[in-house]
């Protein structure tokens, strides 16, 4: 063998070695960021993994098939969010995908655990606990501990507030000391600028109203008590800082503002939280930011679970990444959002595990083909999965996807408007998910081309009347956001705010264009509701034992008729009479010369109702909607009792009308090797208004 062979054989097994080394890097909590990489030498962090990725990159091409960083079972509390740019980006057909190894546990937290607990000894504070919680409230330093960001309640830059600072115990979200413990205070009557008691709205510069519960009058000289409530609407909820007491006239005050009136409306509903002297149950806690101490009533033993405070906030981070897989993570105990995306493509969350974050599990703005697959997703402050992308005025979509997700107890701090999943923008999917005990809106979706299909939604809405279990998402619906389709759908168990009703497909203010078929709703308020919008077909469709099968209205004739002023300037700015719009919404090309605002093109046929009744059409919108074939208080003749068995016998009458079985079967979350867990049980049952720590989904 010559030298120069020798130097080239030598030089082979040096690119195959490095090749192989570059295909998998390994982290593990006992490794070291001086090591490299190795499985029996790993790295100590994903930071350190990241970096040797981009050596790597800078070196040449990523390896074929790309490059693994697979993490060992444990717990690695995050100092700061980890990051990715475009530099760490993979390729379709060689990705970057950090995972952890299978079988173990990896938990990503974006906390710190707290130690040093003690019993409470200051005279001053036990003098303002109550007198039960005395000898079971703990306290720890956290400043001593070296936790000095306590943003919280009290930054609130609006009156939405976010959480901040959470605490967290035996993988549970702790309550704020709050009362009434479970439930709300009302407003007996509100005071107008005279001071004098009224029965229904006031706005005032004050914010008084009279309270019949004594028990505020124990909060006289407390600071920082804030008041949660829903001052006129019960789909619209405030926190307000509580100005004053008057204990002996029973008078609550919201506090004057430069600029600030307040409404309220008697009777409405509200509950105080982050008040000391209201820490008189297990699982509540409370924080003085002054001195950073932490006081705690544990509803068990501290040796038995881990106490956790949330201080990283969005604890991943992708900025224009693309082809970047994060698989079997456990990502928990943050502010903010686990994983907020931005630009890039074919970023994928799978099989992870996400909960007790203060506000998202996923949030996606723009790029494409961004999915999230086979997640657990439950205590969540806010939200699930938000997707966004794609362009409008070219109708190009962006092609995002959430399926197979298994999304419950969410929106625990903010009840309203905090969607399980949020498709925006076009061309997005929702499919396949399971989304249960969320108070609000389950599915939320804007935009266009939308896809809605085989997801089951049960116990939504608890915490509104005037919302959907699948709701387009305000403000500014408008008759150009078209093209939906919500399809092959159950919908369970949905009743709205103390049973006065709610929605299960709501199309508010003229949303138009909704392909609504082969859907199943039981046990549903109402439904589907057409908020006076244009050409939706609803066909195929299960009504059964819902309080109400629909609703259409007229309202853009009547109190909605200024939705036509920004839908026609909408119209216009997306330049509707032009290709892509004149070739794929044609219908939208006269409308404004065919009475725009008039509910017109809608249409129900082929539908089953059967144990409750049928639907209810407005006068003026009658014209608009065509019925044709559909089956109404006639036996189905299903094959088994529902709800256990939805399939229609073969000389079913609905049959003969043309009814197409509903592939009940592939409804809902589906066995994969990419789910985060199986089997997954879901049962409808009793559910609090205002979530706590006892609430709290697992």
């Not at 094959?639 to 939805?646: I, L």
Request: with cysteine; glycine share 10%.
């Amino acid at each position: 063998m010559t030298k120069r062979s020798w130097i080239l054989i030598v030089g082979i097994l040096t690119l195959a070695c490095r090749g192989a080394l570059a295909a998998h890097l390994f982290v593990a909590g006992t490794g070291s960021d001086a090591n490299p990489g190795t499985e029996d030498q790993p790295f100590a962090t994903l930071e350190r993994a990241r970096d040797e990725i981009r050596k790597i990159k800078a070196g040449g091409p990523l390896p074929a098939g790309g490059i693994t960083v697979e993490v060992r079972g444990g717990t690695y509390e995050l100092a700061r969010p980890f990051e990715l740019s475009g530099q760490d980006s993979g390729a379709a057909k060689a990705p970057v995908v950090y995972r952890a190894r299978p079988g173990e546990v990896v938990r990503i937290s974006g906390g710190r655990a707290v130690s040093a607990w003690q019993a409470v000894s200051d005279p001053a504070v036990r003098k303002r606990l109550d007198p039960a919680a005395c000898d079971q409230v703990l306290q720890a330093d956290l400043k001593a501990l070296g936790i000095t960001d306590l943003q919280g309640i009290h930054d609130a830059k609006t009156y939405q507030s976010d959480p901040g600072l959470e605490l967290f115990f035996q993988d549970q979200p702790m309550t704020l000391a709050r009362y009434p413990n479970s439930g709300y205070l009302r407003m007996a009557s509100v005071l107008d600028a005279d001071g004098k008691p009224q029965t229904g709205d006031v706005t005032t510069a004050e914010g008084k109203f009279i309270c019949d519960d004594p028990r505020p009058g124990r909060w006289v000289g407390e600071r920082d008590i804030w008041l949660h409530g829903f001052w006129v609407w019960d789909w619209a909820d405030l926190r307000i800082p509580l100005a004053s007491v008057d204990a002996a006239a029973r008078t609550v005050s919201l506090g004057p503002s430069p600029g600030r009136t307040f409404r309220l409306r008697a009777g409405r509903w509200f509950y105080a939280e982050n008040v000391l002297p209201e820490l008189d149950r297990p699982g509540e806690w409370y924080l003085d930011r002054d001195r950073g101490i932490l006081y705690f009533w544990p509803p068990a033993a501290l040796s038995e679970g881990r106490a956790v405070v949330s201080v990283v906030r969005d604890l991943i981070r992708l900025n224009d990444v693309s082809h970047v897989t994060f698989r079997g993570l456990l990502i928990e105990s943050g502010r903010g959002s686990a994983f907020v995306v931005q630009g890039g493509a074919g970023v994928r969350v799978i099989a992870c595990t996400i909960r007790n974050l203060g506000n998202w599990a996923v949030k996606v703005y723009g790029g494409a083909q961004h999915g999230v697959v086979g997640c657990d997703v439950y205590q969540m402050g806010q939200g699930g999965i938000h997707l966004e992308g794609g362009d409008r005025k070219t109708l190009t979509a962006a092609g995002h996807f959430a399926d197979n997700n298994h999304i419950h107890h969410t929106a625990r701090w903010d009840p309203v408007y905090q969607q399980g999943i949020t498709v925006f923008g076009v061309g997005n999917r929702a499919t396949h998910n399971l989304i249960h005990q969320v108070p609000h809106i389950a599915i939320g979706f804007t935009g266009n081309d939308q896809t809605i299909e085989y997801n089951e939604i049960h116990t939504a809405v608890f915490q509104s009347n005037d919302a959907g279990a699948i709701y387009t998402s305000p403000p500014d619906e408008t008759w150009s956001m078209r093209g939906h389709k919500i399809r092959f759908n159950y919908l369970h168990h949905i009743h709205g705010f103390e049973g006065k009703g709610c929605l299960g497909v709501y199309l508010d203010d003229c949303f138009s264009s909704a392909d609504i078929s082969s859907n199943i709703f039981y046990d549903v308020a109402t439904a589907i509701l057409i908020g006076g919008g244009r050409d939706n077909r609803m066909t195929n469709n299960m009504f059964l034992k819902c309080n109400r099968a629909f609703s259409i209205d007229a309202r853009g004739l009547g109190w909605a008729k200024g939705v036509g002023v920004f839908a026609t300037k909408e119209l216009i700015d997306l330049n509707y009479k032009q290709p892509p719009w004149s070739v794929k919404y044609p219908e939208l090309l006269n409308i404004l010369e065919d009475e725009p605002l008039a509910p017109k093109g809608n249409v129900m046929a082929r539908n089953i109702c059967w144990g409750g009744p049928w639907g209810w059409t407005e006068p003026k919108a009658l014209p608009g909607v065509k019925f044709e074939d559909n089956l109404i208080d006639v036996d189905p003749r299903f094959v088994g009792p529902v709800p256990t068995d939805f399939r229609l016998a073969e000389d079913s009458p609905a049959r003969q009308l043309g009814f197409q079985p509903i592939p009940f079967d592939k409804i809902g979350v589906y066995a994969s090797q990419d789910r985060a867990s199986w089997p997954v049980n879901s049962a409808p049952q009793a559910v609090s208004t205002t979530p706590s720590a006892a609430d709290s989904g697992s």
